[in-house]
Nanobody, 125 residues
Framework: QLQLVESGGGLVQPGGSLRLSCTAS????????IGWFRQAPGKEREGVSC????????NYADSVKGRFTISRDNAKNTVDLQMNALKPEDTAVYYC??????????????????WGQGTQVTVSS
């Protein structure tokens, strides 16, 4: 079983930045497509971004395009989500998810097999 762990969440003011990381013990995340999702109170889970297994493509939700960047750090065995220009509406629990597939990725929860337990991001002044 793939056990994913998110880290890096916290409280930040509007316009600030956070960097989230997703990692797994004992397995190489480079073998998986990785997606980031979020869920705010009272709202459905929303796809944020994804990166393919081959690094060949990334996708972003329109709401975060130009502000968030997904990347791999294979030396650390992480997939990171750099979040800049944060807005109060970015407040949510953020989850990473993994799929052992080739080809492009999709920002859809139905694409992924394994999920972390989430990290809280709060954007407030």
């Amino acid at each position: 079983q793939l056990q994913l762990v998110e880290s890096g969440g916290g409280l930040v003011q509007p316009g600030g930045s956070l960097r989230l990381s997703c990692t797994a013990s004992g397995v190489t995340l480079d073998f998986y497509a990785i997606g980031w999702f979020r869920q705010a109170p009272g709202k459905e889970r929303e796809g944020v971004s994804c990166i393919s297994r081959s690094h060949s493509n990334t996708n972003y939700a329109d709401s975060v395009k130009g502000r968030f960047t997904i990347s791999r750090d294979n030396a650390k065995n992480t997939v990171d989500l750099q979040m800049n220009a944060l807005k109060p509406e970015d407040t949510a629990v953020y989850y990473c998810a993994a799929a052992p597939v080739f080809g492009g990725c999709v920002v859809s929860e139905y694409f992924y097999n394994y999920w972390g337990q989430g990290t809280q991001v709060t954007v407030s002044s």
